[in-house]
C-alpha cells in the first residue's frame, strides 16, 4: 500500500469507525478483546485502531502507515506483516482486516505463521475480510486483491497453520461502506449497523467474519 492508494481506494470513513465500534460491541460477546495486547495488522487509516486504544493496549502495524495516522500518537510499527522481526512482544488479539487478500498466498502462509507466533497461548485471531462466495462480483474492483477466500477456504487455512476455527459468520457485513450516504447521522448510522448485525439474514452481505484461536500449547 501507498499513499495513492489511501487517496484513491481508502478513502476515510465515518461510516467505517462507526461500524468498528459496533463491531466490536458484537464480538465482546465471543472473545474478551478488551483486556491484554492487541495488534491490527494492515491498520490502514486507523478506525479500527482508534476504537481498540480507547479500552485496551493497541498497537497498529501496516507496510505504509498514513502520515496522519503517525500523528496519532498511537503505537505504530511501519512494517509487512510478513516480517516477523518488526513485530515485538506478544499479544492477545490479534486483528486482521481486509488484509490477506491483498498478499499473495505464499506472503499468507508466512502472515499466519507469524500471528501464530506472537499469539499468546489460547490467543485469538479475529479476521474481516471479503467473502468471494457473496462479493465475487466486486472483489477485484480492489486492484490490490492478489488472493482469493471463502468462509470455507480460510477456516480450513487456518486449521491448516495452527488455529482452531471459534466462531465463523459468512456473510456479516456489506462488501463496502463507500455506498453509505456520508449525509447519515452518525446516531442513526449506528442504529442501522446494530440492526443490521441481528438480522438472521444479511441483505448485500459480502464480508466474512472469523474468530479463530491458537492452540493452547
Not at 459468512?170 to 455506498?179: C, G, Q, T
Request: with cysteine; glycine share 6%.
Amino acid at each position: 500500500m501507498n499513499q495513492d492508494y489511501f487517496e484513491v481506494h481508502l478513502l476515510a470513513s465515518k461510516s467505517r469507525l462507526v461500524a468498528w465500534e459496533e463491531l466490536l460491541g458484537f464480538l465482546a460477546r465471543f472473545i474478551n478483546w478488551h483486556e491484554g495486547d492487541v495488534l491490527d495488522a494492515g491498520c490502514g487509516r486507523g478506525e479500527l485502531l482508534s476504537c481498540l486504544a480507547k479500552s485496551t493496549r493497541a498497537t497498529g502495524l501496516d507496510l505504509f502507515v498514513d502520515p496522519k495516522l503517525k500523528k496519532s500518537g498511537y503505537n505504530l510499527i511501519e512494517s509487512s506483516v510478513t516480517s516477523l522481526d518488526a513485530i515485538s512482544g506478544t499479544f492477545d488479539v490479534v486483528f486482521a482486516s481486509n488484509l490477506l487478500e491483498h498478499l499473495t498466498m505464499e506472503q499468507v502462509d508466512v502472515a499466519l505463521s507469524n500471528f501464530n507466533n506472537v499469539l499468546n497461548s489460547g490467543g485469538h485471531l479475529v479476521i474481516l475480510q471479503p467473502n468471494f462466495r457473496y462479493a465475487y462480483k466486486n472483489y477485484f474492483d480492489d486492484y490490490t486483491h492478489k488472493s482469493i477466500f471463502t468462509d470455507k477456504s480460510l477456516s480450513r487455512l487456518l486449521q491448516a497453520n495452527g488455529f482452531s476455527i471459534l466462531k465463523i459468520w459468512p456473510a456479516i457485513l456489506p462488501y463496502s461502506v463507500e455506498s453509505v450516504p456520508s449525509k447519515i447521522p452518525t446516531r442513526v448510522l449506528r442504529l442501522l449497523i446494530r440492526i443490521y448485525l441481528k438480522l438472521p439474514y444479511k441483505p448485500f452481505a459480502g464480508q466474512m467474519l472469523i474468530i479463530a484461536s491458537k492452540y493452547e500449547e
